[in-house]
């Protein structure tokens, strides 16, 4: 075993200049290559992940400002269409006061002309009264005088 470690030295000093090359190389390329390599990859993730994420946050901005205009063009039509029924609502009462001012006037104007047809039938009647006596006399006068001639 001794003859095997005493022939394997000479290899082993031999290699420690390797093993040293390629420990320095493990530390050089980690260093200079792997390390801004990894950081420019991390940039380039945070970048694409940044941008994705900011399009997700634009698009929940963009669907919360939709919801709330629609919220508030719902408010406005409701609104409006409250406004319009109030509107309708005056003007209806504003129509039936005024048919009920046309409707009093047209009774008022109508007992007027009943009353004026009442005292002109009362008094038609007097007139045809007196008339009718006058006639009657007159009948009465003639019927008789013709008798009496």
Do not use: W
Not at 21 to 35: E, G, K, N, Q
Not at 77 to 104: C, F, M, T
Not at 137 to 144: E, K, N, P, W
């Amino acid at each position: 075993m001794e003859d095997i470690l005493h022939s394997l030295r000479p290899i082993l000093l031999n290699s420690i200049p390797t093993f040293c090359f390629l420990l320095f190389l493990v530390i050089y390329l980690r260093a200079m290559y792997f390390r801004p390599v990894a950081r420019i990859l991390k940039l380039r993730y945070d970048a694409t992940e940044g941008a994705k994420k900011a399009a997700e946050e634009s698009l929940r901005q963009a669907e919360l400002r939709v919801a709330e205009y629609e919220e508030k063009l719902r408010a406005a039509r409701n609104e409006i269409y409250a406004q319009q029924d109030k509107s309708l609502k005056a003007i209806e009462a504003e129509q039936a006061s005024q048919l009920e001012n046309v409707r009093r006037e047209a009774e008022a104007t109508i007992t007027k002309a009943r009353e004026e047809l009442a005292t002109e039938v009362e008094g038609a009647k007097k007139s045809l009264e007196a008339q009718s006596s006058e006639m009657a006399d007159q009948i009465v006068s003639r019927i008789l005088g013709g008798r009496a001639a």
